[in-house]
T-cell receptor
């Protein structure tokens, strides 16, 4: 059965800290790994990763994929209170079912 | 990226009634999906909305409970039928872009009393 596991489930840090969120997966016919930020209802797209070792970067956020070890990390540097959210990792498959398989999410809280 | 709108944004409904959620996209998209997020849980795919044909449902979801329409490439509806408190969730429509990125609408928060 396809599985996506995120860690930690919850993280509390101070503003300015750097955080690393983890996502490991066991999915047949892997196609892509996606990261989302969810603050209220709608997940906001952050990154899609398909190739190992190529870092994707957007401002203070960056992410990288390791297809050999089956995991991805999301880094946030110089955290701000506005980064407080649930961060979701999802994996898409190349064939068969079109669904994304989601992890349980990491709840990140940034204290001032 | 395409702009996705959903309505209603939230609703409180009585047990046994039905609610239809609308999803509108500002450009034509091939792949549209409906997801559910129950309280404290992650997202689960309900079905893929196929234009011009019946939706494809995931295991555990049936057409009688969650009928879906997709009359064209920019619009879809999801109906939650004969609601019970267990149907209280956030319902999200989603689309896949040409480059395989997947985006979500603003969501509908449903509470069933």
């Amino acid at each position: 059965e396809d599985k996506v596991v995120q860690s930690p489930l919850s993280l509390v840090v101070h503003e300015g800290d750097t955080v690393t969120l983890n996502c490991s997966y066991e999915v047949t016919n892997f196609r892509s790994l996606l990261w989302y930020k969810q603050e209220k209802k709608a997940p906001t797209f952050l990154f899609m990763l398909t190739s190992s070792g190529i870092e994707k970067k957007s401002g203070r956020l960056s992410s990288i994929l390791d297809k050999k070890e089956l995991f991805s990390i999301l880094n946030i540097t110089a955290t701000q209170t506005g980064d407080s959210a649930v961060y979701l990792c999802a994996v898409g498959r190349r064939q068969g079912a079109q669904k994304l398989v989601f992890g349980q999410g990491t709840r990140l809280t940034i204290n001032p | 990226s395409a702009v996705i709108s959903q309505k209603p944004s939230r609703d409180i409904c009585q047990r046994g009634t039905s609610l239809t959620i609308q999803c509108q996209v500002d450009s034509q998209v091939t792949m549209m999906f409906w997801y559910r997020q129950q309280p404290g849980q992650s997202l689960t795919l309900i079905a893929t909305a196929n234009q011009g044909s019946e939706a494809t449902y995931e295991s555990g979801f049936v057409i009688d409970k969650f009928p879906i329409s997709r009359p064209n490439l920019t619009f879809s509806t999801l109906t939650v039928s004969n609601m019970s408190p267990e149907d209280s969730s956030i319902y999200l429509c989603s689309l896949r872009s040409f480059w395989d990125e997947q985006f979500f609408g603003p969501g509908t928060r449903l509470t069933v009393l």
